[in-house]
């Protein structure tokens, strides 16, 4: 059934990314928002719709906040990937914006693709409700700014110079930051079309989150560039603390498995309308890309 959705998901969210950037104008930037756009889990997708469809929301309501939410989270690959950053060729398998284009054309299309996001949550197709097209965004640039995701990321470029490796309680904060927020986000959006209690799908994507990083940074140190879609290794070569370098792989695995046991035991009110969102759970650590 998971596999079925997250499939169903990413294709639903690629035809909204289609009809939308089809109706902007036919020049470079945007189509370097296609490219930064086309293919992908879509898992933070997948959790809008999924969360809504827990929550009785119709998916054409939800398809909108899913569409802003891998958006936001393209436009924050296509900057993370540029030499000021990362500095990486490969994405999804394919060159980066930066490489495609140019420099220039990536910070452009990251920030049109960062606005998209807030544009998508504000149309009264999400919501005829204007406050809850309002907490969407407000929530939205919280997880995405200084509070969250470029918190996150801020964290971990100052760490690549830092003389002292972060402990783990560090770590832990950066990637709930820099990972976290935008799948807390995502996991919580269907309960707040819903204006419903958000309490438990936080906690399910709080420790989510966390064992989506994990498995990152396994994949780091066990994967391959070609399987995984992006180079791999960069963080040992780096030197830079990571829950591998901390626990082992042994010792993350361990703990993303905790982790998952965490998320799908917040879910139990839902009773088994939930068991998708547990297979989620349960990918997130075994997925090979």
Not at 134 to 150: C, E, F, P, R, Y
Request: proline share 3%; net charge negative; glycine share 6%.
């Amino acid at each position: 059934m998971f596999e079925t959705r997250l499939s169903a998901a990413a294709q639903a969210v690629q035809a909204s990314f289609d009809d939308v950037l089809t109706r902007l104008p036919k020049v470079p930037v945007v189509d370097a928002m296609a490219h930064a756009v086309n293919g992908g889990k879509r898992l933070r997708g997948f959790l809008v719709l999924e969360s809504a469809r827990l929550h009785d929301i119709p998916a054409e309501q939800a398809i909108w906040p899913a569409t802003a939410i891998e958006a936001l989270h393209a436009y924050s690959l296509v900057h993370d990937d540029l030499p000021c950053m990362d500095d990486d060729d490969l994405r999804r398998g394919q060159p980066t914006v930066h490489k495609k284009w140019d420099e220039a054309t990536a910070v452009l299309a990251g920030d049109a693709l960062q606005t998209l996001a807030f544009e998508l949550v504000s149309r009264p197709d999400c919501s005829s409700d204007a406050s809850v097209r309002a907490d969407l965004a407000l929530t939205l640039a919280q997880a995405s700014g200084a509070q969250g995701m470029v918190l996150g990321q801020a964290l971990d470029i100052a760490a690549e110079t830092s003389a002292t490796p972060l402990t783990l309680d560090e770590i832990t904060n950066l990637q709930r930051g820099k990972t976290g927020a935008l799948i807390e986000w995502s996991a919580m959006a269907g309960a707040r079309l819903a204006r419903a209690d958000t309490g438990p799908l936080h906690l399910y994507a709080r420790a989510l989150g966390l064992a989506f990083q994990i498995a990152d940074d396994l994949l780091d140190v066990t994967g391959d560039s070609a399987t995984v879609g992006k180079a791999v290794g960069k963080d040992a070569d780096a030197g830079k603390a990571t829950f591998v370098s901390l626990l082992g792989v042994d010792g993350a695995r361990t703990r993303a498995a905790a982790l998952v046991d965490e998320a799908c035991d917040s879910l139990a009110g839902y009773a088994d309308r939930a068991d998708t969102l547990k297979e989620a759970a349960r990918f997130v650590v075994t997925r090979k890309h």
